[in-house]
């Protein structure tokens, strides 16, 4: 079996995220992601704002930024663009990157820069209490919606689309080989790349709104994502449960620091 314990740095570990959390899947299908690429470990940055997602970022074996809450796209963007050759990896919660962060979202979408995006969607604030977030879905119980929610949640996939990112990809913590794939593939996109990992919290989320242990959670998953190409093929009635998997989106489009580069050279009167 494969080691990976070279990504991690042992001195911090075991990890301080609660019994059953996916978190801890999800960064492994990073690292995952990271060894299948052979992406040069002294050349790759990770990048993380606040929250329980966040916190991966203290256990991983690179060059770290835990930053402040939302901000992990402008401190990693300032990264790129004082040296272009790294590769910056961002991890993020559902709240740091589409609340507070939503601002930076959609502007790291529109400048299309050079960034894999892994957005750990659990569907709810677990570090700080159990408010309901921006991806808490419609009746969902939380500390902030005791009777459920009645904001309608972001789908994150359609908001990065919308806002110009390059790669777009969504999969859960139950199909993890698929989930390192779609991170793998974003590193490959020269563009602001989107990745949201569905994943499970059954403490703060699962137990107030009645979803069982994590391993029901997980079974959850494996029983209403669908991979994209069959999911354009169920008819309309039959999508209300589901979700597709998968690469969502494509496109291509001038890479922010090669533009910024562009406007140095004009600046120094380079022809």
């Keep these: 079996m494969r080691s990976y314990d070279k990504y991690f740095r042992q001195n911090r570990l075991p990890h301080l995220w609660c019994p059953g959390c996916g978190n ?20 790759t940055i990770i990048v993380s704002g606040i ?18 809450h939302g901000r992990a796209i402008p401190f990693a963007t300032g990264i790129k663009l004082a040296n272009p050759e790294l590769n910056v990896i961002v991890i993020t919660g559902d709240g740091d990157c589409t609340a507070i962060g939503g601002n930076h979202f959609i502007h790291g979408c529109r ?68 989930l390192a794939d779609m991170i793998a593939q974003g590193m490959d996109n020269d563009g602001f790349s989107f990745i949201e990992a569905i994943t499970q919290c059954p403490i703060s ?30 008819p309309e009635e039959k ?9 969502l989106h494509k496109a291509s489009t001038t890479e922010y620091t090669t533009a910024y580069q562009k406007v140095i050279d004009l600046a120094g009167g380079a022809k």
């Design 24 to 43: 801890g899947i999800v960064m492994k299908a990073i690292v995952q992601a990271i060894e299948k690429k052979n992406l040069d470990q002294d050349k």
């Design 239 to 247: 999508r209300e449960d589901k979700f597709p998997i998968g690469i």
């Design 111 to 178: 400048r299309n820069v050079d960034l894999t995006v892994i957005l750990f969607n659990n569907n709810i604030y677990g570090m700080t209490g159990g408010q309901a977030s921006p991806l808490t879905p419609l009746t969902k119980k939380a500390t902030t919606a005791p009777y459920g929610s009645i904001d309608r949640p972001f789908d994150p996939c359609d908001l990065a689309r919308a806002a110009g990112a390059t790669y777009v990809a969504r999969s859960t913590a139950f199909h993890v080989k698929h």
């Design 51 to 68: 929250g329980c997602s966040s916190r991966a970022s203290g256990y991983m074996n690179f060059d770290t930024l835990h930053t402040a």
């Design 205 to 234: 989320y699962g137990r107030k709104n009645k979803l069982g242990d994590a391993p029901a959670m997980l079974k959850w998953m494996s029983e209403h994502a669908v991979m994209q190409a069959a999911f354009d093929k169920l």
